[in-house]
């Protein structure tokens, strides 16, 4: 058979698997073809990443994915100079590259990042939608495919890490919460292989730890952690174990809560 017949023919890669629990899929398409810039709030784990992963598949988008952190600065999304077998050469960061080709450009919980980093972004969220990159002398304009998405979650915000106003109104804001209980069944079911029902008491003790989040814990279990417990039972690992090492430990360092906790999983599970 023709190798070109052959290249037509082999399937297109899917997204990756995502359950949408509102209409924040088609509210996304929507932003992105009137060229809007989205804000993703919601608790660790809950799926805001997943979320843009399958988002930039199914728009056919390339993703640049930045991990926000308390060192990031402009110039680590931006660019800088650097030696290059004896020349100083300028080497675009994540957030240029999406400028220049297109794409979506994700900052995962940017309010971790120095807070330089929004001042960069201020003139991609407005009208201008350029880039002014003050080291090359250069002004991108961001091209019709481009598009900025951030995320936060917050429960973690304080007067020293929150965005603030000005910022969080330049952006259109999506809100995730956990799934309703029978769609996150559902979600770790597929994700790790264990049966439905060997997974609803999972899910039913993750409710009611998050039950518990801003009393003894500051933050509830996730979805996330909710899967890696569920992918040790389906691997073999006694459920009692892989309750304590994929829900529990994870979740808090003191003994007299994690003591707490383990009597509610006794409760809900067995």
Same mark, same amino acid.
């Given at each position: 058979m023709n190798a070109a017949l052959l290249a037509v023919a082999k399937p297109e890669p899917q997204p990756p698997a995502y359950i949408a629990s509102g209409n924040e899929c088609a509210l996304f398409e929507h932003a992105w073809r009137n060229q809007l810039p989205v804000l993703l709030k919601g608790p660790t784990g809950c799926g805001k990443t997943r979320f843009v992963t399958h988002m930039a598949a199914r728009l056919g988008l390339p993703l640049h994915t930045v991990a926000c952190h308390d060192d990031l600065t402009a110039a680590d999304l931006t660019g800088r100079y650097l030696l290059r077998g004896g020349d100083t050469v300028w080497s675009d960061g994540p957030l240029t590259r999406a400028v220049r080709e297109g794409g979506i450009c994700y900052l995962d919980e940017v309010v971790e990042a120095r807070k330089d980093v929004t001042v960069v972004l201020h003139p991609l969220t407005d009208d +201008? +939608?350029?880039?002014?990159? %003050? +080291?090359?002398?250069?002004?991108? /304009?961001?091209?019709?495919?481009?598009?900025?998405?951030?995320? *936060?979650?917050? =429960? *973690?915000?304080?007067?020293?890490? /929150?965005?603030?106003?000005?910022?969080?109104?330049?952006?259109? /804001?999506? %809100?995730? =919460?956990?799934?309703?209980? %029978?769609?996150?069944? &559902?979600? $770790? /079911? &597929?994700?790790?292989?264990?049966?439905?029902?060997? $997974?609803?008491?999972?899910? =039913?003790? &993750?409710g009611r730890l998050r039950a518990l989040k801003g009393h003894d814990l500051e933050e509830g279990v996730s979805t996330r952690l909710v899967v890696y417990c569920a992918t040790l039972i389906a691997a073999g690992m006694p459920t009692a174990d892989a309750v304590l090492a994929g829900m529990i430990e994870p979740l808090t360092d003191d003994a007299d809560v994690k003591a707490g906790l383990l009597d509610v999983a006794r409760a809900v599970i067995g």
């Open positions: +201008r +939608r350029i880039l002014p990159l %003050e +080291r090359t002398g250069e002004q991108l /304009a961001a091209p019709n495919s481009f598009m900025l998405v951030v995320s *936060y979650n917050p =429960g *973690y915000q304080t007067l020293l890490k /929150a965005l603030k106003p000005s910022t969080r109104q330049r952006f259109v /804001a999506i %809100e995730f =919460g956990f799934l309703p209980q %029978e769609q996150e069944i &559902a979600v $770790v /079911a &597929a994700e790790s292989g264990l049966s439905p029902e060997r $997974v609803r008491p999972l899910v =039913g003790l &993750a």
